[in-house]
C-alpha cells in the first residue's frame, strides 16, 4: 500500500478545557520535523493554511519576536491575520499571537506543540488563549472549526506529496 493511500482523511478534536481557552488536537501522517517544516516554510504554509484559498504570505518571521502576516484570498475578498512569535523551540513548540484584521485588538495567544508519537506520525496540539468567556464563545461560534478542519486537511495533502 503506498503512502498516499494510507493516508486517512480525519477531523481535529477541539474542546474547551476552561473558560477562556479553546484546545485542538489532530495527528498528522508525517514525522515532527516535516509537520514543524509545513508550519515554518513560507512556500508550504501558502499551500495549506488557507483551506485551500490562495495564501499570501506576506512574513514569516519564526524566531522571537519575529512577526508574521498572512492574506488569504476567497471569493473576491481578501482577510488579512498576523500576530507576533514569543517563543519558539523547533521542532516542538511555538507560542504566537493571532489577529484578524477584521477585528483590530482581538489578539489570541496560541501555544502549538508538535509530538512525535511513532510510526512517523505526529500529534499536534493548539491552545489558544482568549481575553474573555465572549471572546473564546465568537470565536467558537464563527466557524473556525470547520475552516480549521479544511486547513489540516489541505496539510495532509502536501504531507503526503511531499512525504
Known sequence: MSKSSQQTSRDAVVTQPSDREIR?????DAPRERVWKAMTDPKQVAQWWGRGNKLVVERLEVERGGHWRFVEHAEGDAHGFEGRFREVTPPERMV??????????????ITTTLEDVGNGRTK??????????E???GMASSGMEGGLNESYRALDALLAREA
Open 96 to 109: 504566537q499571537t493571532f489577529e484578524w484584521d477584521g477585528m483590530p485588538g482581538y489578539v489570541i495567544l
Open 135 to 137: 471572546e473564546r464563545d
Open 24 to 28: 485542538t488536537e489532530r495527528i498528522f
Open 124 to 133: 499536534l496540539v493548539a491552545t489558544s488563549l482568549f481575553y474573555t468567556t
